[in-house]
């Protein structure tokens, strides 16, 4: 009796029926035979080929074709290659310490702004150290001599100052006939040369700006402008409503129509006095407010600006001044 090489195990006869229906059919040559047994009965084996991995192509994670890969010699030798040095920038030419262009020079000098300052400049007007200066962008040294019509010129910090004019003072800034003028008023406030910004008469009191800043002081009181200005003023007789709607409207005076923005019964003690009114206009003309009054059959007893390109008189008495802070400074040149 021949005994099951596979110990008669269920298990075990299932696994090798399934290995002998797993193995692959090979296919017959031209003689017929299968190429396995011929290579057996022969005892050789046909020599494999190497395969080179740098042949083989690669593929990306979308399956594309990589590039061939980098040889580890190359990348190493690539790695180690300096950077080209890149060529370093020129430091900025620095001017001396305390230059300042001729254009700013000469706008702090109060003789003009620094846009008229550079056609100054391009006439041949200006001269440095008595020669003739054309070029714009010079740079004006500390100790330089700066001279314009003959005259020296000298610049100076900007400095800038808020008055409340008392009545009896005339603004100017030299008197031929010696009366009070309102630099009396400012005398000892700074050591630099200031004048006053547009013109309050004699008999009108309130705000008057000083400064040396020429460029800010042209544009302050120039007509295209348009700084506001508020006054308060105290009539002959009380206002009457069709008067100051004429006032709105305009009225035509000796150099042309003017109106103001608005006009409004003030509040005295409480109550409401219809012989003191509050006018805002931007007009810049000469005596405008007293002329439009007149024109109505008013006499104007009291004239005082309280508000000046958005600056008031608070906490600063009739006769005394104050400089301006940087914030105020900084609106009026935002005007």
């Not at 008669?8 to 003689?31: F, I, L, M, V, Y």
């Not at 083989?56 to 580890?72: F, I, L």
């Not at 923005?261 to 003030?266: F, K, V």
């Amino acid at each position: 009796m021949i005994k099951n090489q596979n110990n008669g195990s269920p298990r075990a006869n299932r696994h090798e029926a399934g290995r002998e229906d797993a193995r692959p059919r090979t296919k017959k040559n031209s003689t017929g035979e299968h190429p396995r047994k011929d290579r057996k009965e022969a005892g050789t084996k046909p020599p494999r080929e190497k395969k080179v991995a740098a042949e083989k192509p690669q593929r990306g994670k979308n399956g594309a074709r990589a590039e061939a890969a980098v040889v580890p010699s190359q990348r190493s030798a690539t790695r180690r290659m300096p950077r080209k040095a890149t060529p370093a920038a020129r430091p900025a030419a620095k001017h001396p310490e305390g230059a300042i262009r001729l254009n700013k020079y000469i706008a702090h000098a109060g003789i003009c702004s620094r846009r008229e300052a550079d056609q100054l400049i391009a006439a041949g007007s200006v001269k440095v150290n008595g020669q003739v200066v054309t070029e714009m962008g010079y740079q004006v040294l500390p100790g330089d001599q700066v001279s314009y019509g003959g005259e020296t010129l000298r610049s100076e910090r900007l400095r800038y100052f808020l008055l409340n004019k008392p009545k009896g003072y005339i603004t100017t800034t030299d008197d031929p006939q010696e009366r009070h003028t309102v630099m009396m008023l400012m005398d000892g406030c700074c050591a630099e040369r200031i004048y006053p910004v547009g013109r309050l008469d004699r008999a009108t009191t309130g705000l008057l700006l000083f400064t040396n800043d020429g460029e800010l002081a042209r544009r302050l009181t120039h007509p295209s402008t348009q700084v506001y200005k508020i006054y308060q003023v105290e009539l002959d007789r009380p206002v009457v409503k069709e008067d100051m709607k004429r006032l709105l409207e305009g009225v035509e005076l000796d150099d042309g129509p003017m109106h103001v923005d608005d006009i409004q019964y003030a509040a005295v003690g409480g109550k409401v006095d219809k012989c003191i009114v509050g006018v805002e206009l931007h007009s810049g003309r000469n005596r405008i407010v007293r002329r439009l009054f007149e024109a109505l059959g008013y006499e104007v007893r009291k004239l005082d600006r309280t508000v000046f390109a958005g600056l008031t008189k608070k906490d600063l008495p009739r006769g005394r001044w104050r400089e301006l802070s940087e914030k105020e400074v900084g609106y009026l040149k935002m005007i």
